[in-house]
């Protein structure tokens, strides 16, 4: 039989073990809400934001003379980071291609990855997108003035990015040879060889390439305003896409995307979505 004081012994250590647990629990919920208030957005690095990005894609993001990135999709980020607390020295951007971009994110060697990348539904099933901040056209540039329609490039070999808008495009609607580049200038640089016939890009890349080949010319546009560009980021990471949009519609709001797009891309029509609410 138990004893009073076998029992008191059997209650204290009870009372003993259900302390530990509820103490226990405590201190891992205040370590964890410690840890999420150090890092409320869940980033590799609490004190800097890892960018994914492209060396070439001008206006929307490249490399200038000394090395650093810019462009209007640089601009933007940068901005919406100074809105999250950021200075310019947090915001660490890395070139790579395009085609990586994507997978690095979702295999967290970056945060985000910001260079006019185009949302989509099938994307959309490994990386999440912020909302779209911009919109626009799908061009072909070429020497061949005939290229002016999907059924014109029957025999043709029309270069893309690979992994791109462009090439999902391309690979369903044009009738000729697609053949794929890791980025721009090596697509250019085969077109101006006479290796391919017609450069697939988006229309802002397109103006800068004829404005710098005279024997180029833009000779297909096709709209694209159903695949906004976004930031991209890890699959429900909600709070670091949260805090973008919000600072994404601030910076519509008052007016900074207006000024940007009016620097990167003049003379281009501005989606009425992006523009200051009157």
Same mark, same amino acid.
């Given at each position: 039989m138990q004893t009073n004081s076998s029992r008191r012994r059997l209650i204290k250590c009870g009372l003993a073990a259900t302390i530990a647990l509820v103490t226990g629990f405590a201190t891992l919920v205040a370590s964890t809400q410690s840890k999420a208030a150090g890092n409320p957005y869940n980033l590799i690095d609490p004190s800097a934001i890892s960018v994914g990005t492209m060396g070439d894609a001008k206006p929307y993001v490249f490399t200038d003379a000394n090395g650093n990135f810019t462009g209007f999709d640089a601009e933007l980020f940068r901005d919406v980071a100074h809105r999250l607390g950021f200075k310019d020295e947090q915001v660490v951007f890395t070139g790579q291609e395009f085609s990586a971009l994507l997978p690095s994110v979702a295999n967290g060697r970056f945060d985000v990855a910001v260079a006019a990348i185009g949302t989509t539904a099938e994307r959309k099933k490994t990386?999440?997108?912020?909302?779209?901040?911009?919109?626009?056209?799908?061009?072909?540039?070429?020497?061949?003035?005939?290229?002016?329609?999907?059924?014109? &490039?029957?025999?043709?070999?029309?270069?893309?990015?690979?992994?791109?808008? @462009?090439?999902?495009?391309?690979? %369903? !609607? +044009? /009738?000729?040879?697609?053949?794929?580049?890791?980025?721009?200038?090596?697509?250019?640089?085969?077109?101006?060889?006479? &290796?391919?016939?017609?450069?697939?890009?988006?229309?802002?890349?397109?103006? @800068?390439?004829?404005?710098?080949? %005279? !024997? +180029? /010319?833009?000779?297909?546009?096709?709209?694209?305003?159903?695949?906004?560009?976004?930031?991209?980021?890890?699959?429900?990471?909600?709070?670091?896409?949260?805090?973008?949009?919000?600072?994404?519609?601030?910076?519509?709001?008052?007016?900074?995307?207006?000024?940007?797009?009016?620097?990167?891309?003049?003379?281009?029509?501005?989606?009425?979505?992006?523009?200051?609410?009157?």
């Open positions: 990386v999440d997108f912020s909302d779209g901040y911009l919109a626009g056209y799908l061009s072909i540039i070429s020497a061949d003035p005939a290229l002016t329609s999907n059924e014109s &490039t029957a025999g043709k070999r029309i270069g893309v990015i690979q992994g791109t808008l @462009q090439e999902i495009y391309a690979e %369903k !609607n +044009l /009738k000729g040879d697609i053949v794929k580049f890791p980025d721009n200038n090596t697509a250019v640089a085969a077109l101006n060889n006479g &290796t391919i016939d017609g450069h697939f890009t988006d229309y802002e890349s397109a103006k @800068q390439y004829v404005e710098r080949y %005279k !024997n +180029l /010319k833009i000779t297909m546009n096709v709209p694209s305003f159903d695949a906004p560009a976004g930031f991209v980021v890890k699959k429900g990471n909600d709070a670091f896409r949260e805090a973008l949009n919000k600072a994404l519609h601030e910076a519509m709001d008052d007016g900074t995307w207006k000024r940007l797009h009016e620097k990167w891309f003049p003379g281009t029509p501005m989606p009425d979505q992006y523009l200051p609410k009157k």
